[in-house]
């Protein structure tokens, strides 16, 4: 097969590579689409170590071209969309159910070789199959999908509710969109407005531009109260957090899913003084079914986050175009991507 293999810092080639084995209890899966991300890139310059050399690219699906004996929950030929965190299973950790946060857990593409070839062998429980009517480019978004859905699931939103979005990435459009799905009223805020035209296309009933007037004041606005009942933070910026705090009600939810590595001031007079949850949200424990169900559904669209495409020999300008700030998710489509 052909791979894109990551020999040290930004030093990725295309070259011929073995094929994966097949091992017990996994799936061999020509891949279709996979998705690249502030992870893969952070992996690329190096700045997030890895073993070299690695295969990256965690956000994959393609087809089933074949199974270890006695694996059932997926068909030879079937189209599957890849879960590529899997844990231990073994740990009191996995044991009470909390398999995101297992120590010893495998990420696909990171820890292990992923989707950034012709080919990936995945342990058989990581491969959802996709429904029929859903095409490759909307079921693409399922992993970052299945991240939203956690981080907003946990914010526990109602019908009729009034949310922030922080950030207008990925992260943000989708949340979006399963916060619409959750009956929640929206706004969106972001340091740029190059994105409130699809933000608004994605259900959006507000947007406010970062630094264009208090966010406060515009988060009291679209409330009609002392702010909003609850925040989802998908920017990953210490700034972020504190904003996600100016924007919440009194007796609000925030949701922090970015992972700001510079230390980061909170105003813990606030969070107290106005009895703000502030809840963490790492990933996706059973959200895959649910975020394909939201795809397949139609209630939440992954295709038009989709800026870029290119083949796997051109993975390199994919690389640059994820820098690009017109980008949102730049994909690397196989031969027969439907
Ligand atoms: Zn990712
Ligand atoms: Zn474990």
């Given amino acids: 097969m052909k791979a894109a293999i990551l020999h040290g810092p930004r030093d990725l ?14 799936v061999l899966v020509r891949v279709a689409a996979a998705g690249l991300c502030g992870t893969d890139y952070s992996i690329w310059t190096g700045d997030r170590a890895v073993a070299y050399p690695r295969v990256m690219g965690h956000e994959f699906l393609g087809t089933v071209v074949a ?9 030879v030929g079937g189209r599957v969309v890849v879960e590529p965190n899997y844990s231990c299973g073994r740990c009191p950790l996995c044991r009470e159910g909390n398999r995101n946060l297992c120590l010893q857990r495998t990420a696909v593409g990171i820890d292990v070789d992923g989707g950034f070839a012709e080919l990936a062998c995945v342990p058989a429980r990581c491969a959802w199959p996709i429904p029929s ?20 699931d946990r914010a526990v939103p109602l019908a009729g509710e009034t949310a922030a979005v922080l950030g207008a990435g990925t992260l943000g459009l989708l949340a979006l969109q399963v916060l ?9 805020v972001s340091r740029s407005g190059r994105r409130f035209g699809l933000a608004r296309a994605l259900g959006a009933e507000a947007t406010h531009e970062a630094g264009q007037g208090a966010a406060d004041t515009a988060a009291r606005g679209f409330s009609g109260r002392e702010g909003v009942d609850l925040v989802i933070e998908t920017a990953g910026t210490a700034e972020a957090v504190s904003q996600a705090l100016a924007l919440v009600r009194p007796g609000g939810r925030v949701v922090l899913t970015g992972l700001p590595h510079e230390s980061t001031p909170v105003s813990f007079f606030t969070v107290v003084r106005r009895e703000v949850t502030i809840t963490g949200s790492m ?7 649910e975020a394909v169900r939201l795809l397949a559904q139609g209630l939440v669209q992954g295709r038009p986050l ?30 027969g991507a439907a």
Avoid: C, W
């Fill in 180 to 188: 619409r799905a959750r009956g929640a009223r929206v706004l969106v």
């Fill in 13 to 26: 080639r295309v070259e011929p590579a073995a094929d994966p084995r097949v091992d017990a209890d996994q």
């Fill in 67 to 75: 199974a270890a004996p006695g694996v059932d929950r997926v068909r």
């Fill in 283 to 289: 990933i996706y424990q059973d959200e895959f079914p």
């Fill in 133 to 152: 009517g859903l095409g490759d480019e909307d079921a693409l978004l399922a992993e970052p999908l299945a991240v939203v859905v956690r981080a907003v």
């Fill in 306 to 335: 989709i800026t870029h495409r290119f083949s796997l020999d051109a993975i390199g300008e994919a690389f640059g175009a994820h820098r690009d700030p017109a980008s949102i998710k730049v994909a690397i489509l196989g031969q």
